[in-house]
Nanobody
């Protein structure tokens, strides 16, 4: 069984910074991609940033230049440094990973439980 455990988040004033961390554990053969999604009030879940195993990174246009994703393949962790936060960044942030649990097996998608980020104006 695979688990994604998130930490970080909280309340910050506009212009401030926060750091989110996510660790994958359990029966893991390899992790293809790790990243972060978010879901604000009344909105659909959207991609924030994602990195492949080889280090290819995609950012949402709304966070590019302000957020930085980093990944440690040896530790199965992914972090999201969020700077210059805006009230529009307020959302529940979810860790996401696409994981192969056994050699030559299929890839499965996993989600963390979500962590609240609130940016006050």
């Amino acid at each position: 069984q695979v688990q994604l455990v998130e930490s970080g988040g909280g309340l910050v004033q506009a212009g401030g910074s926060l750091r989110l961390s996510c660790a994958a554990s359990g029966s893991i053969f390899s992790i293809n991609s790790m990243g972060w999604f978010r879901q604000g009030p009344g909105t659909q879940r959207e991609l924030v940033a994602r990195t492949s195993r080889l280090g290819n990174i995609n950012y949402s246009g709304s966070v590019k230049g302000r957020f930085t994703i980093s990944r440690d393949n040896a530790k199965n962790t992914v972090n999201l440094e969020m700077n210059s936060l805006k009230p529009d960044d307020t959302a529940v942030y979810f860790c996401n990973a696409r994981i192969v649990v056994q050699r030559e097996g299929p890839e499965f998608e996993y989600w963390g439980q979500g962590t609240q980020v609130t940016v006050s104006s």
